[in-house]
């Protein structure tokens, strides 16, 4: 973080320090986490890893996810990338978990390739893998990771030669053929810290110049009210769907505006986040009788369009945090616990007016710990650490296993599907752990996470 931004921060914790307490949601007051606590929460967080994982390593080692019911494996394309080894790997070197990564690390070094006949969605494969293999990387030296990445990264860059610069959707890993011209605005403007990064550690700019102008693109098309849409084509750059709000499809995008300023220094990410957050803050955000919500409005318009908000809007508050705007990262996440507990757990969707489901399943997402890991980050103040605690003994009453985690179906009955994504070992375990163990675990001074939580070092001099 550079030091204007820390300054910035700074400044917001100490004029936000009579408000958050003001505002305390929660019913009960926060207690008190003396070091040991905290500690002995950062352990319950790791041995449930290690729960999960021992039964990757047993049921499906080799194989891109476990199936947590049937003790089977699923491999996204037919062919295994090793998606939950890449995405786990750096949770267990933050973790301390040496003979576990050290295992997880060799397997990648001598059994992943890319050289396969096998279309790919460039968004996941990026944000996972490429991110992955670097974050690994930096916190490992091992070469090899590197290696793999910018083999991934070439096989990768067909994806950009579009007539707008936005990426196709797909990409063959062995022949560089591209395909889907739909597309939004996270997938377009979700890659510029992984191939930033790329570009920083190889010295190649190729990298980090598509992504920024994929991003651009997508800026440079906002309505005249500064906001993006839900969906467009990447060839004609025309918008599809004019539903604008913090959601899924286009959340990502505005977090690596945020980030890529972070991390990089950029100030045209810096230019692009300033009016973008203002224009979510005049049409998005809204006081509503249940709290203060980020819901959808008209791009064009600014009409409200739907009181709707969801487990991957819960991001939003970490960005508010990040970005110095404690007082409304404080509210936001008192809502999102709102939400969090209408079912015990949080739902996909819910409507904020009446804080009705919408959408009843829970596949084991990270957002709403991740703001609560940045707000107890940026403000010491206990009752995050709380509000973790409630998240992490609701994720195991409900979704723990005889030998993993399972997502559910449908909150409300708590029923499980036979699903754990690989961003539960990545995201969700390493916010819980991250939550509670030692404040330099990782240096947000010189990290900035993914959007799969994979942490990049600023290990070079910003331009």
């Not at 978990?97 to 992943?112: S, W």
């Not at 992984?194 to 010295?203: C, Y």
Request: glycine share 6%; charged share 20%; aromatic share 12%.
């Amino acid at each position: 973080m550079n030091r204007k931004l820390l300054v910035v921060v700074l400044m917001a914790v100490v004029g936000s320090s009579v408000s958050l307490a003001q505002s305390n949601a929660m019913s009960q007051a926060a207690g008190q986490w003396s070091e040991a606590d905290r500690a002995q929460m950062a352990n319950r967080v790791r041995q449930e890893f290690l729960h999960a994982w021992d039964s990757y390593k047993q049921y499906a080692w080799g194989h891109d996810e476990l199936r947590p019911l049937s003790k089977g494996y699923f491999d996204w394309y037919g062919k295994s990338l090793l998606m939950t080894p890449v995405d786990a790997l750096d949770t267990m070197v933050l973790m301390g978990l040496k003979d576990q990564a050290a295992e997880d690390r060799e397997l990648i070094d001598t059994k992943l390739s890319f050289d396969q006949d096998i279309y790919v969605k460039n968004f996941e494969i990026t944000i996972r893998m490429l991110g992955g293999l670097l974050s690994s990387y930096q916190l490992t030296g091992d070469k090899r990771l590197l290696a793999l990445a910018e083999d991934l990264g070439n096989r990768l860059l067909p994806v950009f030669n579009s007539p707008t610069g936005m990426p196709y959707v797909n990409v063959n890993l062995k022949t560089g053929a591209v395909r889907g011209v739909q597309s939004n605005p996270a997938e377009v403007g979700t890659l510029l810290i992984e191939f930033g990064t790329l570009s920083k550690l190889t010295g190649n700019p190729v990298y980090y110049q598509k992504a920024k102008r994929a991003a651009v693109a997508v800026y440079d098309r906002r309505s005249s009210l500064g906001l993006v849409g839900a969906a467009i084509n990447i060839e004609t750059g025309k918008w599809l769907d004019a539903d604008s709000s913090v959601a899924g499809g286009i959340d990502s995008y505005y977090e690596y505006l945020l980030k890529s300023w972070l991390l990089f220094g950029d100030k045209d990410c810096q230019r692009m986040w300033d009016a973008s957050i203002k224009a979510l803050n005049q049409y998005s955000a809204d006081e509503a009788a249940t709290g203060l919500w980020y819901g959808h409005a008209n791009m064009n318009t600014g009409a409200r369009t739907e009181t709707y908000f969801g487990a991957l809007d819960a991001f939003f508050p970490g960005e508010l945090a990040l970005s110095g705007d404690l007082k409304r990262a404080a509210r936001l996440e008192d809502s999102c616990y709102k939400m969090w507990n209408v079912a015990g757990i949080e739902p996909e969707v819910i409507n904020y007016s009446n804080m009705k489901i919408v959408s009843p399943a829970y596949p084991l997402r990270p957002e709403i710990i991740e703001s609560d890991y940045y707000l107890y980050h940026f403000t010491g103040n206990p009752r995050w650490l709380d509000m973790g605690k409630t998240y992490f003994d609701n994720l195991v009453k409900y979704c723990r296993t005889d030998v993993a985690y399972a997502a559910l179906s449908n909150v409300e009955t708590k029923e499980k599907t036979d699903d754990m994504e690989s961003f539960f070992f990545a995201e969700t375990l390493k916010y819980l752990y991250l939550l509670y163990a030692p404040p330099d675990t990782v240096d947000l001074s010189k990290a900035v996470f993914n959007t799969e939580a994979h942490p990049m070092q600023r290990t070079w001099k910003n331009h």
